[in-house]
T-cell receptor, first 115, second 113 residues
Framework: GAGVSQSPRYKVTKRGQDVALRCDPI?????LYWYRQALGQGPEFLTY????????KSGLPNDRFSAERPEGSISTLTIQRTEQRDSAMYRC?????????????FGPGTRLLVL | QQQVKQSPQSLIVQKGGISIINCAYE??????FPWYQQFPGKGPALLIA?????SEKKEGRFTISFNKSAKQFSLHIMDSQPGDSATYFC????????????FGQGTELSVKP
């Protein structure tokens, strides 16, 4: 079956522009997570949703970052007024389990480069 | 402090040998400890996971050893194969915070033929 998909796979943008990163979770998965992964580092938690409700946004670096999942399926991570330090791989994961003790399936990621 | 420390940063093992990766944590509220495997250009994939009520879990060639009192856990890969060459991440999930994963820094494993 289809796994988690993310688009675009690569995004190059100029400093100050807004970007929107999309995540399509596995069909029926109730939980959706966003992580950021710097080169050579482990993924860093950003935020997560159960259905359409954002449960925890403690990992969002600042108020330029926001995320939504309005219908409990597709999610968008938006970065406003991008800065060079935002350059990273942004990964999405989904899970069938609300308690978070089952497998999180990761997508291929969106590589963001801010010039 | 929600942090997981992983070592070594890189590891070279001969085919057939045992690969051992270690992780330590400080937050006693962690209650789920998965290991993820990541190949170049791919997202992390769950390899094996353990809960703190057991001291060891084995799945095929992969074993997690868990020491609750020392707040340490480790991954052992028996009979390591070149196909095991990948980056391995330990992680931990805090109690009552859904599936929020706190990852270690990663270990790049290379298994030489």
């Amino acid at each position: 079956g289809a796994g988690v998909s993310q688009s675009p796979r690569y995004k190059v943008t100029k400093r100050g522009q807004d970007v929107a990163l999309r995540c399509d979770p596995i069909s029926g998965h109730v939980s959706l997570y966003w992580y950021r992964q710097a080169l050579g580092q482990g993924p860093e938690f950003l935020t997560y949703f159960n259905y359409e409700a954002q449960q925890d946004k403690s990992g969002l670096p600042n108020d330029r970052f926001s995320a939504e999942r309005p219908e409990g399926s597709i999610s968008t991570l938006t970065i406003q007024r991008t800065e060079q330090r935002d350059s990273a791989m942004y990964r999405c994961a989904s899970s069938a389990d609300l308690a978070g003790r089952e497998t999180q399936y990761f997508g291929p990621g969106t590589r963001l480069l801010v010039l | 402090q929600q942090q997981v420390k992983q070592s070594p940063q890189s590891l070279i093992v001969q085919k057939g040998g045992i690969s051992i990766i270690n992780c330590a944590y400080e937050n006693t509220a962690f209650d789920y400890f998965p290991w993820y495997q990541q190949f170049p250009g791919k997202g992390p994939a769950l390899l094996i996971a353990i809960r703190p009520d057991v001291s060891e879990k084995k799945e095929g060639r992969f074993t997690i050893s868990f020491n609750k009192s020392a707040k340490q856990f480790s991954l052992h890969i028996m009979d390591s194969q070149p196909g095991d060459s990948a980056t391995y991440f330990c992680a931990a999930t805090p109690y009552n915070q859904g599936g929020k994963l706190i990852f270690g820094q990663g270990t790049e494993l290379s298994v030489k033929p």
